[in-house]
Nanobody, 124 residues
Framework: QVQLVESGGGLVQAGGSLRLSCAAS????????MGWFRQAPGKGREFVAR????????YYSDSVRGRFTISRDNAKNLVYLQMNSLKPEDTAVYYC?????????????????WGQGTQVTVSS
């Protein structure tokens, strides 16, 4: 059974940084793309970033490009989201997700396993 466990969320002031981690188990981690999504109160789930299975390609939403960096360590079955220059509008529950294939997409239904989420709150 695939399990994804996020950590690293918390409360930070605007302009600060956080690094989220997601530990994966249950299938060959290096064969699947990984993504980060977020959901703010009263809003739908939103794509944030994704990384292909070998870590060669990364993609970001316009709202986080240049501030967030996604990376992965296939030897440790970990995926990271480094978040810098945080803004109050980044406040959300952040979810990591494992894609159905090696490339992934920005669409949530292309991901078949999800973590429980970690709260990120950015104060102004």
């Amino acid at each position: 059974q695939v399990q994804l466990v996020e950590s690293g969320g918390g409360l930070v002031q605007a302009g600060g940084s956080l690094r989220l981690s997601c530990a994966a188990s249950g299938r060959t981690f290096s064969s699947y793309a990984m993504g980060w999504f977020r959901q703010a109160p009263g809003k739908g789930r939103e794509f944030v970033a994704r990384i292909t299975s070998r870590g060669v390609f990364t993609y970001y939403s316009d709202s986080v490009r240049g501030r967030f960096t996604i990376s992965r360590d296939n030897a440790k079955n970990l995926v990271y989201l480094q978040m810098n220059s945080l803004k109050p509008e980044d406040t959300a529950v952040y979810y990591c997700a494992s894609a159905r294939g090696s490339f992934g997409s920005q669409v949530s239904h292309d991901y078949d396993y999800w973590g429980q989420g970690t709260q990120v709150t950015v104060s102004s």
